[in-house]
């Protein structure tokens, strides 16, 4: 356990499932107070239940970016400032380019990129007053890595957030706060199950291209997270990581 951790406060968006409740339960484990953020009460009070005294869940559906400002309001006058942001909360959608919708488009940019970009600045404004900096995590997508079809919006969404992830990195490092990206391969969750678990013709081409041969696991995307948001990862600002099993090099 990294002690350099203790008593830092973090928000994890989209942590009641898969993948950011893996990231809220390794940050936890060192000891980081974890505000989870989410749209689903039953999950979030039972990622509560799993995580402890060390959890705080706040409610809030971030597509509606006019709540964003209250929300992070809220939890700094409750828990005094926020160290650590992990931006994890997303959505896919899987269609012929030609049958998406503006509509479309437009809600799966609102969730994944959008709101990441308004809860980021509102969170740095909170981060530029706190004396020891702070450290933002965004996850991207192997869709940013190379071209998956069907899915454009996602793919234009995750693309963006390397994007900022780098612009970010760039304006806010000099001023203490470091601005890193995670890029999960083909990860075992709900998402990935409903992309992969009726089209074996794609499962089978994205396990053919890791090398490792299987999909990972939340916790592994956790263990990486938790690095980067961590002071052993105090030099590393404006990295894309892929943790993939080798996805994004396979042959
Ligand atoms: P998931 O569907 O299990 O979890 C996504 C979480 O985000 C859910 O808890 C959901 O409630 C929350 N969320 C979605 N929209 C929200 C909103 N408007 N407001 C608040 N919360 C919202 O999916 P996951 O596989 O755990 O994905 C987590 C992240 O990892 C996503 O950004 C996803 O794009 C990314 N990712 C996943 C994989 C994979 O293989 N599973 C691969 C690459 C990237």
Redesign the pocket.
Known sequence: MSTAQQNKIAIV?????????AIAGKLVQRQVHTII????EA?LAAAKAQLGGLCSIYS?????LSAIPNLIADIVAAHGRIDILVN?????MKKEFTEVSDEDFERIIR??LT?VFALSREVVKQMLNNPHGGSIVN?????SQYGIPKVIA?TAS?SAIEGMTRALATELSPKGIRVNCV??????????AK?LNNDPERKAKALGRTPMGV??Q?AD?GDAVAFLASDAAQYITGVVLPVDGGNSIGF
Not at 13 to 21: E, P, R, V
Not at 37 to 40: K, S
Not at 88 to 92: F, H, L, M, R
Not at 139 to 143: E, L, T
């Open positions: 968006t989209g942590g009641g499932s898969g993948i950011g409740l953020v989410g749209r689903d999950k809030c559906d971030l597509s509606q994890n909360a997303g959505i896919n969730t994944n709101a996850i991207s997508s192997m869709a996602y995750k890029a999960p391969g083909f990860i075992a969750t709900d998402m990935s992309a999909l990972g939340p995307i």
